[in-house]
């Protein structure tokens, strides 16, 4: 009986132990995927950005700390887009070129290293420059303006005869239809055969006029 009985429990636990491995090599695999997975998804999330780079080179050093602080306020509300796959992309290049005139476009992506953020600034390139008050405003060719520029001063300069007070100026820079016609007027004649713009003047007692010497 003894006998009998000891070879009961051994055909038992022989026949259990294929089932026992595969139960335990099935437990190993979904490990080794949640582990994967949680792995995954903090490299997805951003902690911060940890490098500034632009697509194109710069005369300028990178002012790091006005895109940190445009990329930190548009995460602060929105803490699901810290993860990179639900960054709404459009959103975010919208409300950094509103914080950031000289942004033209940012792409977020990872570093090398874990855990690690880059974003890729593409800047805006100016076409002429208008002095009011000592202080610089470029234009590019679209039109949009923008004060800190990271890329040589343009030879285009804006002469204003127009005879306004500082004061009035500064609201003729911010009439998006002048700036859009002076920058696209600008590029359109670099890029074609007629010659290259040198000098834009805004004639005395008026604002509906731009004399262009080539």
Known sequence: RRHT????????QTCALPIYRRKLFAGLVLLVFLSGTCV???????????????????VKQLDTQR??????????PRPLERFRFL????????Y????VPELQ???????????????TLQLRKPVAVWEINKTNYFVDATGQTFQVNYFATPDVSVKD??????????????????????????????????????????????????????
């Open 87 to 94: 960054l709404n992309q459009d959103k975010l290049n919208a």
């Open 40 to 58: 995954w998804l903090l490299d997805q999330y951003i902690v911060r950005a940890d490098s500034f780079v632009s697509s194109v080179p710069t």
């Open 105 to 119: 476009s940012v792409d977020v992506a990872g570093a090398k290293g874990l855990f690690q953020t880059r974003l």
């Open 161 to 214: 005869e127009s005879g306004l007070k500082a004061t009035d100026a500064e609201l003729v820079v911010t009439s998006s239809r002048l700036l859009r016609f002076l920058g696209q007027t600008v590029a359109g004649f670099n890029n074609s055969n007629v010659g290259n713009v040198r000098l834009v003047t805004i004639p005395g007692g008026t604002l509906r006029e731009v004399d262009v010497t080539l």
């Open 5 to 12: 009985r000891y070879i009961s429990v051994t055909g038992v």
């Open 96 to 99: 950094m070129q509103q914080n």
């Open 67 to 76: 895109f940190q602080k445009a990329f930190e306020d548009y995460l602060g």
